[in-house]
């Protein structure tokens, strides 16, 4: 896909998440905005998916490690035809399939997560899995800034490096804010390329938010050979919607109904002028 199309479909997964949010009256919108460009570019672009056969033996498979941000990863998987883009205001509702963090009986999901850190260590377990029985696919993980603080995501860094699991791509969503504020101030996690480094990881800096950057940090992925690989996005929190961008308060809180009006009008104004360049 060309990057004016990706933005267009990024722009659709963002008013996905302010509509699930919003129909849920609960959920963590901010953390979902930063990474829909990633979640974009993973789901149309960079992974050997199938929607119509969600179990493909051979697919590439993706662990939210950060599985509060679920709407972002619901909100892709329903544009890209995983299941119907109607459910996802039925977000978190009394029996919805679409609960507040993704399950694995859900279309597409293929690992429950939630619980911070242990995402990375059941990717780390599949890209090993992979490498035993000498199977091709990729594995992807995204995590949040606030989320490598916790002690178990290192375990599994430093596993995968021993491993040297080419195969794996982790990604770590870099906005700089989680639930009690900064990650500086909290518990900073800086410099997070050096860790990585250090636990033999190929690190990649990239903007969270140009497809040119992002296709290139995959593409360098892709083409590193034995040890995994990390890319650090930098991204902006509640990326698209001007009252949520950089703002901790939207961590994770929905928007009333006036305040989804405005977000839905932030996205709608993207939405004609990607239109507009596109006529040009």
Not at 126 to 150: C, P, Q, S, W
Not at 234 to 256: T, Y
Not at 268 to 277: F, P, S, T
Request: glycine content about 10%.
């Amino acid at each position: 896909m060309k990057n004016l199309e990706l933005q267009k479909r990024a722009n659709d997964v963002r008013k996905g998440i302010v509509t699930a949010v919003h129909g849920a009256k609960a959920g963590h919108p901010g953390g979902s905005l930063s990474a829909a460009d990633i979640f974009t570019f993973l789901y149309f672009e960079e992974m050997n998916i199938d929607p119509q056969n969600p179990d493909m033996e051979e697919r590439d498979r993706f662990v939210l490690s950060k599985g509060h941000t679920a709407p972002g990863l619901y909100s892709a998987l329903a544009y890209r035809g995983y299941f119907p883009v109607e459910d996802l205001p039925t977000l978190r509702h009394l029996g919805s399939y679409l609960q507040g963090h993704p399950c694995i009986h859900i279309p597409g999901v293929d690992m429950s997560s939630g619980s911070l850190g242990q995402g990375i260590s059941a990717a780390v377990g599949m890209a090993l899995g992979a490498k035993m029985e000498n199977r091709d696919f990729r594995v992807y993980t995204l995590l949040g800034d606030g989320e490598i603080e916790e002690g178990q995501v290192w375990e599994a860094a430093m596993f995968a490096g021993f491993r040297k699991l080419d195969n794996l791509c982790v990604m770590v969503d870099n906005n700089n804010l989680q639930i009690d504020g900064p990650i500086d101030q909290v518990c900073s996690p800086y410099p997070i390329d050096k860790k990585f480094e250090a636990f033999n990881f190929h690190v990649i800096n990239a903007d969270a938010h140009d497809f040119d950057a992002i296709r290139a940090a995959f593409k360098e992925a892709r083409e590193t050979k034995g040890m995994p690989t990390c890319i650090v996005f930098h991204s902006l929190k509640g990326k698209g919607v001007s009252f949520m961008e950089n703002s901790v308060d939207w961590h994770g809180k929905a928007p009333n109904d006036e305040e989804y009006a405005v977000a839905m009008a932030d996205l709608d104004k993207i939405e004609k002028e990607l239109e507009k360049a596109g006529e040009q």
